[in-house]
């Protein structure tokens, strides 16, 4: 599966912003996917994940309350609207996919910037 994610950009704090992650390859049916960030010299961090069957979510962190994950199963896309921006939150989003019979995220999109300014 291929993950194709977009929608970074610059915004000022307590703006909003979406992100989009198309995939392509194959149907996602019993996959999660998820919505990741990473600063420089941090690890990777997970954002909030949904399930592609049912819609279950989950966040973490500081995105509890603030973002919202979604998925549009015609289009194949998985969203991620970001709201009440923080400078925190400035980081690269990576949008990851994994197979329902697998233990991690095996498959993830090329990252979008995200900056946030204060």
């Known amino acids: 599966v291929q993950l194709q994610a977009s929608g970074g950009g610059l915004v000022q704090a307590g703006d909003s912003l979406r992100l989009s992650c198309e995939a392509s390859?194959?149907?996602?049916?019993?996959?999660?996917m998820g919505w990741f960030r990473q600063v420089p010299g941090k690890e990777r961090e997970e954002v909030a994940t949904?399930?592609?069957?049912?819609?279950?979510?989950i966040y973490y962190g500081s995105a509890k309350g603030r973002f919202t994950i979604s998925r549009d199963k015609a289009k194949n896309t998985v969203y991620l609207e970001m709201t009440s921006l923080k400078p925190e939150d400035t980081a690269v989003y990576y949008c990851?996919?994994?197979?329902?019979?697998?233990?991690?995220?095996?498959?993830w999109g090329q990252g979008t910037q995200v900056t946030v300014s204060s």
């Open positions: 949904i399930t592609w069957n049912w819609g279950t979510t």
């Open positions: 990851g996919a994994q197979p329902g019979s697998a233990r991690q995220y095996m498959y």
């Open positions: 390859g194959r149907t996602l049916t019993n996959w999660n």
